[in-house]
């Protein structure tokens, strides 16, 4: 993103030469304001600029009612040095002239912002710059929604699949389809399962779950910026016959685990787990562990 981001705000300058600019995003946590990008500005100047009061005195009144679209300080429907942040803040450190717009994700979340400053009161961005900046404002507000990537993926799943957010607090945020209520309990068996998967491995991974009322799912975790995780989930048909004793040993065979090992986990007996791993063979019709762990894995045969 940030490669991206600088990519974009080089090319801008050639709109508007500015002597400063800053890109700011959402924090995925908590929705404040974080810096993204930012070049020119005093490190005082920036802090300031992500604070509360910033927010409050300039953004709120002036860019968010815009949405999308930049306004020039000269364009102000006031005298500029009445504004606090203009008269204490950017006038001070040698910025007379630039511009402000509030960034918003396409469900109408402000999601950040962008200001650019020039050091000559005499050259504010052109009317042609303005036009420039606002059509590029989507692009930017996607690249810092930190909900962005998990928003997309959620928008090129099938209708039937549900989608949820895991922030990396453990918040839980609706994608797509309504949130199931075991997911919302940090205890229940779906929720820990979900956790274990996603601190089990860095890459997307699919598993399969059973409910406590016997419906099948196909799920999937994939990984977004931020440490955000994307679970789907499809409602499914018991796959390849295999029972839910098959799919418990079949987890365990995948893990590379030997039938001593599985019977002493699932407190049964080797010959007992032997049976079950000759019936997992021919259901899956392979022929032989590696094949069955190999499958398991491709298709996400696996229960957490």
Same mark, same amino acid.
């Given at each position: 993103?940030?490669? $991206?981001?600088?990519?974009?705000?080089?090319? *801008? $300058?050639?709109?508007? !030469?500015? %002597?400063?600019?800053?890109?700011?995003?959402?924090? !995925?946590?908590?929705?404040?304001?974080?810096? =993204?990008?930012?070049?020119?500005?005093?490190?005082?100047?920036?802090?300031?600029?992500?604070?509360?009061?910033?927010?409050?005195?300039?953004?709120?009144?002036?860019?968010?009612?815009? $949405?999308?679209?930049?306004?020039?300080?000269?364009? *102000?429907?006031?005298?500029?040095?009445?504004?606090?942040?203009?008269?204490?803040?950017?006038?001070?450190?040698?910025?007379?002239?630039?511009?402000?717009?509030?960034?918003?994700?396409? +469900?109408?979340?402000?999601?950040?912002?962008?200001?650019?400053?020039?050091?000559?009161?005499?050259?504010?961005?052109? +009317?042609?710059?303005?036009?420039?900046?606002?059509?590029?404002?989507?692009?930017?507000?996607?690249l810092v929604d930190p909900l962005g990537d998990a928003r997309w993926l959620a928008s090129v799943?099938?209708? %039937?699949?549900?989608?949820?957010?895991?922030?990396?607090?453990?918040?839980?945020?609706?994608?797509?389809?309504?949130?199931?209520?075991?997911?919302? +309990?940090?205890?229940?068996?779906?929720?820990?399962?979900?956790?274990?998967?996603?601190?089990?491995?860095?890459?997307?991974?699919?598993f399969t779950w059973l409910d406590d009322e016997g419906a099948w799912y196909a799920c999937r975790?994939?990984?977004?910026?931020?440490?955000?995780?994307?679970?789907?989930?499809?409602?499914?048909? %018991?796959?390849?016959?295999?029972?839910?004793?098959?799919?418990?040993?079949?987890?365990?065979?995948?893990?590379?685990?030997?039938?001593?090992?599985?019977?002493?986990?699932?407190? =049964?007996?080797?010959?007992?787990?032997?049976?079950?791993?000759?019936?997992?063979?021919?259901?899956?019709? =392979?022929?032989?562990?590696?094949?069955?762990?190999? $499958?398991?894995?491709?298709?996400?045969?696996?229960?957490?």
């Amino acid at each position: 993103m940030e490669e $991206r981001v600088e990519v974009i705000l080089d090319e *801008l $300058r050639a709109v508007v !030469p500015y %002597q400063a600019v800053m890109l700011a995003g959402a924090d !995925p946590v908590s929705g404040r304001p974080r810096r =993204v990008a930012h070049y020119g500005y005093p490190k005082r100047l920036s802090d300031y600029m992500i604070g509360d009061a910033f927010g409050t005195e300039m953004l709120e009144p002036f860019a968010y009612s815009l $949405r999308g679209w930049p306004v020039r300080e000269c364009d *102000l429907p006031m005298d500029p040095l009445s504004l606090r942040p203009i008269a204490e803040h950017l006038r001070p450190a040698g910025f007379p002239e630039g511009l402000l717009m509030a960034l918003s994700a396409g +469900d109408g979340r402000d999601v950040g912002f962008l200001i650019m400053s020039v050091d000559d009161a005499r050259t504010p961005p052109s +009317d042609e710059a303005i036009s420039s900046i606002g059509h590029v404002a989507g692009v930017l507000a996607n690249l810092v929604d930190p909900l962005g990537d998990a928003r997309w993926l959620a928008s090129v799943l099938g209708e %039937q699949q549900t989608a949820v957010a895991i922030m990396p607090n453990g918040t839980i945020t609706s994608l797509r389809g309504s949130v199931p209520a075991d997911l919302l +309990d940090p205890t229940s068996r779906l929720r820990q399962a979900v956790d274990r998967v996603a601190r089990a491995s860095s890459a997307d991974t699919p598993f399969t779950w059973l409910d406590d009322e016997g419906a099948w799912y196909a799920c999937r975790l994939f990984r977004c910026r931020d440490g955000i995780v994307v679970l789907t989930m499809t409602d499914s048909e %018991q796959r390849h016959r295999l029972t839910r004793r098959e799919l418990e040993v079949l987890t365990h065979l995948a893990a590379g685990s030997t039938n001593d090992e599985i019977a002493a986990e699932l407190v =049964v007996t080797t010959r007992t787990v032997r049976a079950h791993v000759e019936r997992v063979m021919e259901k899956l019709a =392979v022929g032989s562990r590696s094949g069955a762990a190999a $499958r398991a894995i491709r298709e996400g045969l696996l229960i957490p």
